[in-house]
């Protein structure tokens, strides 16, 4: 299968608000993380963290309060949500795809692994949460599949059997 590319579909304020933010640290080797892992508290250690994998296949990393988007440096990416690592030996040891910001398929575990794997970090064999994101074809609002039932929670509209999330269309312009 191709892999995805996600561009942000997110709110545009949201955007724009973190457009000034620093992007996440970008895992290059297994000391990146190591160091990076070091300089957070131990507040933020105890908790998952954000990620984004990058179009370079490279995962970036900020504390979990942080938007994806600004973890992206605001670019479009391979995958997102949030993961928690444990050391000796580094592995992960939850990984999701819950980025409502890019809204990932489920399928983008590949770039996932590949990022970890490029680290040396051990990992799971999959998503240890995956959430399927449909986008209603009735009121286009976006929807968290939840055990399956595929149907809208906004409006009771049946949605679409494979994910289907595309950034909106700009509205047209009216006049000129
Ligand atoms: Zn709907």
Known sequence: ??????????????????????????????DALARWHASQ????????????????????????????????????????????????????????NQSTGYCPDVTCWPSVAAALDRLGV??????????????CTACAEINTVRDGDLVCVFCDADLPAAWNIRPRTPPPAWGT
């Open 41 to 96: 508290s131990s507040d933020e250690r105890d908790e998952p963290f954000t990620y984004v994998v990058g179009l370079d296949g490279v995962m970036r990393v900020a504390p979990r309060r942080s938007e994806h988007v600004a973890c992206a440096g605001g670019a479009s990416v391979l995958a997102a949500d949030e993961i928690a690592f444990r050391d000796e030996p580094w592995s992960a040891v939850s990984v999701s």
């Open 1 to 30: 299968m191709a892999i995805r590319v996600y561009p942000y579909v997110g709110p545009a304020d949201i955007k724009a608000m973190v457009a000034a933010s620093p992007a996440g640290t970008a895992l290059t080797d297994l």
């Open 122 to 135: 051990g990992r799971p064999a999959g998503f240890t949460t995956e959430i399927p994101f449909r986008r």
